[in-house]
Nanobody
């Protein structure tokens, strides 16, 4: 299974950007998909996740109210709409997928598959 993230780029502070991530490879059914990010010199941080069975969406505190996660379960595709971007949102964004439930949603250990990352740069 491979996750391919796309949509990163350079945007001015206050602007918007949309990321997408699609899974490919062998037949794969995920329980949940999400996004993490890692800024230079910092640890990887939870951004958002969507639980397919319930439709529940979860957000990190630093992005709540500005970012929206959505997706299509049947296509194992997840999107991240990022609005009101700030310089501190600059990071490499990674998509991830979990095969089953269990554990803390914001924990990296819950996720079984990871994308290669896409760079988002917000200029101030």
């Amino acid at each position: 299974v491979q996750l391919q993230a796309s949509g990163g780029g350079l945007v001015q502070a206050g602007g918007s950007l949309s990321l997408s991530c699609a899974a490919s490879g062998r037949t794969f059914s995920s329980y949940m998909m999400g996004w993490f990010r890692q800024a230079p010199g910092k640890e990887r941080e939870f951004v958002a996740a969507i639980e397919w069975s319930s439709g529940f969406r979860y957000y990190g505190t630093s992005v709540r109210g500005r970012f929206t996660i959505s997706g299509e379960n049947a296509k194992n595709t997840v999107y991240l709409q990022m609005n009101m971007l700030k310089a501190e949102d600059t990071a490499v964004y990674y998509c991830a997928a979990a095969k089953r439930s269990g554990g803390v949603i914001s924990s990296q250990s819950v996720y079984d598959f990871w994308g290669q990352g896409t760079l988002v740069t917000v200029s101030s």
